[in-house]
């Protein structure tokens, strides 16, 4: 079966400080992986994507994700964050018949 | 391209009244998933439809709760006899085949029952 944790349900950075948000899943057999965020009353945007191929992955807005295999773990990381990164993060893992599997979510906060 | 049309943004309804959520996928998507999210939480995987076909409901509550996807017009949520923990966004979201998980979002239902 298929499952995602994410580890930390808050997060606060200062604005230009790197962010993580950490993020370990289960799965069967060789998943894929999403990123997606929430700003308040808004739907779901796809940050970025893994599938099997490069294991470090590009997103919009400067996001990023390394899939460690080893770990079971698919990071969320930026550099450096800005105040319109403020939202709510959702881990997302890949089940049979093109079903998501959405982590609990982390609400990120950016203080100036 | 309008993308993923969800409406009503907002549906207010009293306990035992009938919801009915639509969702209009983006043009050429023939796949429609319905999520729901209650307040606090990630999304929850509800059903999975194709034209005239339920393709997955494992998510789907027993009783009160139906979905359709018509060879014409958008697909239907229905939630029969409402109750308040039925109060969640409801998301849709379509893509153009059931495989590569290239879902796109709409904006959601917030339903509120009073």
């Known amino acids: 079966a298929q499952s995602v944790t994410q580890l930390d349900s808050h997060v606060s950075v200062s604005e230009g400080t790197p962010v993580l948000l950490r993020c370990n899943y289960s799965?069967?057999?060789?998943?894929?992986l999403f990123w997606y965020v929430q700003h308040p009353n808004k739907g779901l945007q796809l940050l970025l994507k893994?599938?099997?191929?490069?294991?470090l992955v590009k997103g919009i807005n400067g996001f990023e994700a390394e899939f460690k295999k080893s770990e079971t773990s698919f990071h969320l990381t930026k550099p450096s964050a800005h105040m319109s990164d403020a939202a709510e993060y959702f881990c997302v893992v890949s089940a049979p018949h093109n079903k998501l599997i959405f982590g609990a979510g982390t609400r990120l906060a950016v203080h100036p | 391209n309008a993308g993923v049309m969800q409406n009503p943004r907002h549906l207010v309804r009293r306990r035992g009244q009938e919801a009915r959520l639509r969702c209009s996928p983006m043009?050429?998507?023939?796949?429609v998933y319905w999520y729901r999210q209650l307040p606090e939480e990630g999304l929850k995987f509800m059903v999975y439809?194709?034209?005239?076909?339920?393709?997955?409901e494992s998510g789907m509550p027993k009783e009160r709760f139906s979905a359709e996807f018509p060879k014409e017009g958008p697909s239907i949520l229905r939630i029969q006899q409402v109750v308040r923990g039925d109060s969640a966004a409801y998301f849709c979201?379509?893509?153009?085949?059931?495989?590569?998980?290239?879902?796109?979002f709409g904006s959601g239902t917030r339903l509120t029952v009073v």
């Open positions: 979201a379509s893509s153009p085949s059931g495989e590569g998980y290239g879902y796109t």
């Open positions: 043009k050429g998507h023939s796949h």
């Open positions: 439809l194709q034209k005239e076909n339920i393709i997955d």
């Open positions: 893994y599938t099997s191929a490069a294991t």
């Open positions: 799965s069967s057999y060789s998943p894929s």
